[in-house]
Structures are given as structure tokens and as C-alpha cells.
């Protein structure tokens, strides 16, 4: 058994601070929690002054998988299975090293995420604990079809999804509406499917006990995704023809379900701001405020792997996102909830991650200063434990060997 002490230790239930804290980890698990010297002895004790520990951070939604250089037609890419697989490693140790212990990955070609997923599970491979959507289920020719997942009636609806859970996902997702990012598809204020054909999708994943996130920008989308029961709704940006136009009633209704929305707030909402204007953006965070007024549960996630004006969003971002939360008036702690335990139970996961208490996963991580102070400290990472196993740091080596 491990200790390890800091000055505070957030357990990431809400409003829970342990002054002068520890966490006792054996292998995988959390044994303990609590105070300073409540675990008794153990033959390795790593003591953090002016450090915080708290579970390890969540991005519910990434895409590892996304070409880096892709025809701006087709959207394919010359980029073998092989290459891309590796630099979906590469995407997954540089996420980790943000402090990221768990991901859900929502969309991706081939199936390479279920290969990651388990070469990082096995220790093949150094990255968080992955969640992998694979195909996208999308039209033809809809948003994201270049990643496999065509279908355009029920049964062909059905058939993708039974696929996808055959392969070994973890979640299905759903393009309800069109997207910028596919040239030709169907605009993002454009619904792809029904009510009726987004509920096939939902009972496919409720067999094999899997949630359904549903990307959704357009209002007649966010509805009919509230409407067929899915886990999530990512972005939920409200858009018209033109513009984002908020919906009041749509929000309670959505409140109302208990369904929850990733925003996809990320790290490079500032540049994207510059460059296509600020009302389009401000517009976007207004709404995403006004959804937290309504009582939206939200959650965190960047989208990150995607590029808009050759502005990349890299997966390694993450804080960045969460500081943008913190700039709409959010507060540390919230955030940190949102980034944390509500993300975990959002994606299904909260039986196992997302808070510090005994019989969890040792997913955590360290931090020099406090975020519920300022929540930049989350960047200034000393440890990161995924399942126990001690991620190293540049200029911690000697940290974290001692615990690994």
C-alpha cells in the first residue's frame, strides 16, 4: 500500500474538502481516504506540501482518431490505419499528460479506438481510460460519413449500431444534426434523423447495458434527442440559419429531463473568437450560461481533435477549456464537479471513477497550489495515477517514480 498526503484532498463530491488529507492506494484501487495518518502505515508515503489531490480529470469528448491532413471535399486522408493509429497514441499520451484519466472518444474510423483503448488498458500503450463511440451513426453522406457509419432507415440504423457494439463500443453516437466540419452534408441547423430513429439507436445500446451520445446543434435536433432518451447531447448550441438563438423553453425541457449536455467548451475558444467574430462566439458562451441558470446538468469536454480555420484543438488543451468556464463566471468548484464526478456519471463510469473514495479506481492526480482558488493550478500537475499506474511528468521524475 502507497500513501499519499497534500495539504487539501477534493474527493470530488460536492463541496467535500479534506484539509491536511490522504489517499491510500494498493495496485488499481483506492483503499482510503481522509485525513492526515487515518490509513495507518504503509511502505511508501509520498508527501505533497502545497499540493492538492483530486480525481483525475474527465473530457467526455475527444476524438483522437480525426485526420490530421484531409481532402477538404472528400474528407479522407491518404493517412494509413497504421500511422493514424499511432498518432492516436501520441493524441492519448499528450491528454493524459493534461491530467486526464478518463476519455470518451466520440467518433472515429475503423475501430483504431478500440485497439487503444485496450493497448492502454494492457499497458502497451501510455493514456487515459478510454470510452470509444467508434463509427459515428450518420446519414449518408451526413456529418462525419467518412468514419464508416452510414445509415439512412431503421434497420440500416439498427444494423450499424448492433455493429458498433459487436466491435466492443462502449457508447454509440449519433449525428442528429449536420455539422460544419463535412462539406456537403446537411448544415448543423439541419436535423438528420427523427425522434423515432434516434429511440432505435438508444434501445440498441440499452441491450448491451451502453448510453448514446447525440450530437445536436440544430433546436428540432436537441428536442427529438431529449425526446429518444440519450445520455448526452454534445454542443446543444441552439443554431439557426442564422445564428444562435437560445430557446428558453427548449433549455427547461431539457433541464427537466435530466439529460445532460457536454457544451464542448474547449481551450481555443479564444482564437476561434479572432478569427470568425466575437458575436458568434459570445453568443455560444451566453448560451451555454444560460443553460447552467436553467438548470442543465452540464459537463466537461473539448472536442478536441477537431480544426476550424486551421485552428487545431489539441487533445493536451484540456485546462484551457475549463478556464473558459471559469471566464463565463462559473465557479472553481463547480468546475472542478463538472470536470470530475458529474462527468464520470454522465458517461456511465461513476460506479468506478470520478470521485476519491475506497473500492474506485486510483484515478487521480496531484496538483502544486489549490483550484478551488484558482483553477490555472490544475496545469501546474505533479502526479498523475491512471488505475494506480504513476504517470511521469516532465521535471517530476523523481516524484513520481517513487509511487510507481
Given at each position: 500500500m502507497r500513501i499519499i498526503r497534500a495539504d487539501r484532498v477534493l474527493t470530488g463530491r460536492p463541496g467535500e474538502v479534506i484539509q491536511g488529507g490522504e489517499v491510500a492506494v494498493d495496485g488499481t484501487e483506492i483503499v482510503s481516504v481522509g485525513p492526515r495518518g487515518s490509513a495507518g502505515d504503509a511502505g511508501e508515503v509520498l508527501d505533497l506540501p502545497g499540493h492538492t489531490v483530486l480525481p483525475g480529470l474527465i473530457d467526455a469528448h475527444v476524438?483522437?482518431?480525426?485526420?490530421?491532413?484531409?481532402?477538404?471535399?472528400?474528407?479522407?486522408?491518404?493517412?494509413s490505419d497504421h500511422h493514424l493509429l499511432l498518432r492516436m497514441a501520441e493524441n492519448a499520451r499528450k491528454l493524459?499528460?493534461?491530467?486526464?484519466?478518463?476519455?470518451?472518444?466520440?467518433?472515429?474510423?475503423?475501430?483504431?479506438?478500440?485497439?487503444?483503448?485496450?493497448?492502454?488498458?494492457?499497458?502497451?500503450?501510455?493514456?487515459p481510460h478510454l470510452l470509444a463511440a467508434t463509427r459515428p451513426i450518420t446519414i449518408t453522406g451526413g456529418h462525419c460519413w467518412y468514419m464508416g457509419g452510414e445509415a439512412d432507415d431503421e434497420p440500416a440504423i439498427r444494423r450499424v449500431a448492433r455493429e458498433n457494439l459487436r466491435a466492443g463500443a462502449d457508447c454509440l453516437k449519433v449525428m442528429v444534426s449536420g455539422g460544419q466540419m463535412t462539406p456537403g452534408a446537411p448544415p448543423s441547423w439541419v436535423r438528420q434523423y427523427s425522434t423515432e430513429q434516434i429511440r432505435a439507436i438508444v434501445e440498441e445500446a440499452a441491450t448491451r447495458g451502453?448510453?448514446?451520445?447525440?450530437?445536436?446543434?440544430?433546436?428540432?435536433?436537441?428536442?427529438?434527442?431529449?425526446?429518444?432518451?440519450?445520455a448526452t447531447i454534445e454542443h446543444c448550441t441552439f443554431l439557426t440559419a442564422t445564428g444562435h438563438r437560445y430557446d428558453a423553453e427548449l433549455a427547461d425541457v431539457v433541464a427537466a429531463s435530466g439529460t445532460y449536455v457536454c457544451p464542448t467548451v474547449h481551450g481555443v475558444f479564444w482564437r476561434l473568437r479572432d478569427t470568425f467574430g466575437s458575436e458568434m462566439f459570445d453568443a455560444w458562451l451566453d448560451g451555454v450560461v444560460a443553460m447552467r441558470a436553467a438548470g442543465v446538468r452540464l459537463i466537461a469536454g473539448t472536442d478536441s481533435g477537431f480544426a476550424a480555420a486551421d485552428v487545431p484543438n489539441p487533445t493536451d488543451a484540456y485546462v484551457a477549456g475549463l478556464e473558459v468556464f471559469a471566464h463565463a463566471g462559473f465557479g472553481n468548484a463547480e468546475i472542478v464537479e463538472m470536470a470530475t464526478v458529474r462527468a464520470a456519471d454522465a458517461c456511465g463510469v461513476g460506479a468506478v471513477t470520478g470521485t476519491l473514495e475506497a473500492g474506485k479506481r486510483a484515478d487521480l492526480i496531484a496538483v502544486r497550489g489549490d483550484p478551488l482558488d484558482r483553477i490555472a493550478d490544475l496545469r501546474n500537475l505533479t502526479l498523475v495515477l491512471v488505475s494506480g499506474r504513476a504517470v511521469t511528468q516532465t521535471g517530476v521524475d523523481t516524484v513520481t517514480s517513487s509511487v510507481g
Open positions: 476524438h483522437l482518431g480525426f485526420d490530421a491532413k484531409v481532402d477538404p471535399v472528400t474528407r479522407r486522408s491518404a493517412e493524459v499528460s493534461a491530467g486526464v484519466t478518463t476519455a470518451r472518444d466520440l467518433g472515429g474510423r475503423g475501430f483504431l479506438d478500440l485497439a487503444l483503448r485496450d493497448a492502454i488498458e494492457e499497458g502497451l500503450a501510455v493514456g451502453k448510453g448514446v451520445a447525440a450530437h445536436a446543434h440544430a433546436h428540432a435536433a436537441i428536442r427529438s434527442a431529449v425526446e429518444a432518451g440519450v
